[in-house]
């Protein structure tokens, strides 16, 4: 291994880093920050906004061809007459690398001040305020005051980029990181700068605004408040946000995000880096598919059908518990089929199998991938469904409904049996979080919780188990369903499961490919499961 | 402890030179200038910097300065400020502006008057007035509005218009 490995020195610190690797990352390894623009680790390499300048010499050599040493038992080095760009300069064996020699930190004033000299006062009304590299590193590493007197170069502001963003010329650095996105990752290439000088100015040719799945992601990587999400445009600034780690529900990829939320409103998602799953992209479908959690139609009490007013009637908690535990005790086992998301986490699908042996689907759900994040399969949890007992054959619930075999339902947030059908049944349970056809049919509705407000895990289409934080309590009304589905068990003569860890425990011991996990274990960034 | 007593006069157990002191003390206020102001009618005289109760204000134009940067909000130690941002109308004057509160509350029953989002405040939109007592019925009251939060503060004189020539 020693030959794909170079010995180095960064401001005195003794770093081995691969080979190939650069001077930021080879930093990063040692804990230096070197300030940069345009450098991002996915994208190719541009050099433009020179904020990585660094000392860099080598050690001088004797005639010997071996370090000299100096009168103070120091090796000498010669460092080069100029700075070099950190970025596009790899490791070698014995460079010594300063990156807070007032050489460098001159350097650094320097290019803040080119930076700033046009850069509007818009810091009160931008967005990125608050997460912006400009902000940090001038207070880092540029200058207090500006010597600059001149009138600042005007350029448009508030251009709609296409449906999604906007863009303000005037905030741009021109470091590039959306062109070499747009061009590199997201694959069509619509970005470029027009003009000269400090006239340089970001656009798109007419007609050819950025229509890819993926446009959103160059607003995360625009290191200053040039390009804007108009979801997230003016709605709250991101130091009141509360970033919780998660899992995009959207599809069988499970990009992992986060999920920006204050008090009981989830704000933005932004993806999260994970080189297994999506690296630090996400896509647009699953970045702005979140509105549901606050929507104001929401199922916030638990109801009962009353047969005798012909009209729903709301009900306590623990009433609803026991009527529901009343009406299953009565129903035949061999009778009672359920049917679970696979939007739902594995934890609940496991206990939702409990209440049948015999009759257990998941809903399939296929929609249009592309090559690269976006799966056909819609369902987030679809490997969890399998491995929990559930078949993707929901057909075979339909037809026992239909012979009068099956006469009581258990639905986990589906919507997918036709009312004719449900209009049979006996009895139907049904645990959603907004009210559909399915819904209106039950004869006992209890509410649940979107994924932003529980705990869980998913399994992705690559077999990874990744875990799911609540970002928000849970609707006033509402209970997440692992606590539903537990109750209702232990009512039935099951155990009780207080925690989520304790559930998932359980389905370790039960479901082999899970053995030997905990939810501790997954960690932030998920294990892959033995299939 | 023990605490020795001490040994009184003659004069002094009498009593009576103690409380025609007192008397005295009363008497010779009498004639004095009087020190009670009869509020709430007669109001108190307000010095220069006086903080009262924190209000927006216009700019000459007639514009409201705040744009909802939410920084007053974030520095409040009670937490009274609560700040909806919103857009500027489209086509308006003050478009170039884009952002401005489409609500902005003050829990008077919260604020302390100390004056952090007076300090805060990058556009000079909010100050602490002079209005020293605000009162009201009951706790919804106390909630200032945006409306009569810029009604209170009236406009501001002042010569830099950050916005206007955007």
Redesign the interface.
């Known amino acids: 291994m020693a030959d794909n490995t170079v010995n180095l020195t960064i401001d005195d610190k003794a770093v081995v880093a691969p080979k190939g690797m650069n001077l930021i990352e080879a930093a990063k390894l040692v804990g230096i920050e070197i300030p940069h623009y345009c450098y991002h680790p996915k994208l190719c390499i541009a050099g433009n906004c020179r904020m990585c300048l660094v000392d860099v010499g080598m050690p001088k050599l004797g005639a010997d061809r071996k370090p000299e040493i100096g009168s103070d038992g120091k090796m000498v080095v010669m460092f080069g007459p100029k700075l070099v760009i950190g970025c596009n300069t790899t490791v070698a064996d014995g460079m010594v690398v300063l990156t807070k020699s007032p050489k460098v930190v001159k350097a650094r004033e320097g290019v803040m001040e080119f930076l700033l000299i046009n850069h509007p006062l818009d810091c009160p009304i931008c967005d990125q305020a608050g997460e912006c590299r400009l902000q940090e590193f001038s207070v880092d590493y540029g200058k207090a005051e500006s010597r600059f007197v001149e009138e600042k170069v005007h350029k448009p502001k508030k251009t709609a980029l296409n449906a999604k963003i906007t863009l303000d010329d005037e905030r741009c650095i021109l470091c590039s990181r959306c062109i070499r996105f747009m061009r590199d990752v997201a694959g069509q290439d619509c970005l470029g700068f027009i003009q000269r000088g400090s006239h340089s100015t970001l656009t798109c040719y007419l007609g050819n605004e950025p229509k890819t799945n993926y446009d959103l992601n160059i607003v995360d990587i625009c290191p200053v408040g040039a390009l804007t999400s108009n979801d997230f445009r003016f709605q709250q600034r991101v130091w009141f946000l509360k970033q919780t780690k998660s899992i995009c529900p959207n599809c069988a990829t499970g990009c992992n995000t986060v999920i920006w939320s204050r008090e009981d409103v989830v704000y933005r998602q932004t993806p999260r880096d994970n080189n297994d799953v999506n690296q630090c992209w996400m896509c647009d479908y699953g970045r702005i598919n979140y509105k549901f959690i606050n929507d104001p139609h929401r199922l916030t009490t638990p109801s009962v059908k009353s047969a005798t007013l012909g009209q729903r009637v709301n009900l306590t908690w623990p009433e609803a518990i026991r009527q529901v535990v009343d009406k299953l005790r009565a129903a035949k086992r061999d009778s009672l089929a359920v049917i679970g998301s696979a939007r739902a986490t594995t934890e609940e699908l496991y206990l939702l199998k409990k209440f049948s042996p015999s009759f257990a689907a998941y809903i399939p759900r296929v929609g249009t991938g592309d090559n690269f994040l976006l799966n056909t399969d819609r369902n987030p949890n679809a490997a969890g469904a399998m491995l929990t007992g559930f078949s993707s054959d929901y057909s075979v619930i339909a037809d026992g409904i239909a012979d009068g075999k099956i006469k009581t339902l258990i639905v986990l947030g589906e919507d997918a049996i036709v009312p004719e059908l449900l209009a049979k049944l006996e009895l139907l349970i049904v645990l959603d979080i907004l009210p559909g056809k399915t819904t209106e049919a039950a004869h006992y509705i209890l509410p649940g919780v979107t994924f932003a407000e529980k705990s869980g895990t998913f399994i992705n289409a690559k077999n990874r188990i990744q875990r799911l934080n609540p970002a928000i309590p849970p609707l006033v009304g509402t209970k997440p369903e692992h606590l539903i589905l537990s109750a209702l068990l232990a009512e039935l003569g099951g155990k009780r499961y207080a925690t989520i860890q304790e559930v998932f425990a359980d389905m370790t011991r039960d479901v082999p490919a899970l053995a030997g996990l905990n939810l501790s274990k997954i960690g932030d960034s998920g294990v892959e499961v033995k299939s | 402890m023990l605490v020795q007593r001490p040994k009184l006069t003659f004069w002094e157990r009498l009593y009576l030179p103690q409380v025609l002191q007192g008397l005295w003390q009363t008497l010779s206020h009498i004639p004095r200038k009087k020190f009670t102001r009869q509020y709430p009618e007669e109001k108190p005289p307000l010095y220069g910097k006086y903080r009262g109760a924190p209000e927006l204000v216009r700019d000459p134009d007639g514009r409201v300065k705040c ?5 007053c ?2 520095v409040c130690p009670p937490k009274a400020i609560r700040v909806v ?3 500027r109308k489209e086509g308006a004057s003050d478009a ?4 401005e509160p489409s609500d902005f509350i003050i829990n008077m029953n919260r604020c302390i008057f100390c004056g952090f989002c007076e300090e805060v405040c ?2 000079e939109a909010i100050f602490l007035l002079r209005d020293f007592s605000v009162s009201g019925y009951s706790r919804e009251e106390m909630q200032f509005h945006k409306d009569k939060l810029l009604e209170l503060g009236g406009v501001r004189e002042d010569k830099i218009q ?1 916005w206007k020539n ?1």
């Open positions: 744009v909802a940067c939410q920084l909000e974030f941002p919103g857009f170039s502006v884009e952002k990058p556009e950050k955007k």
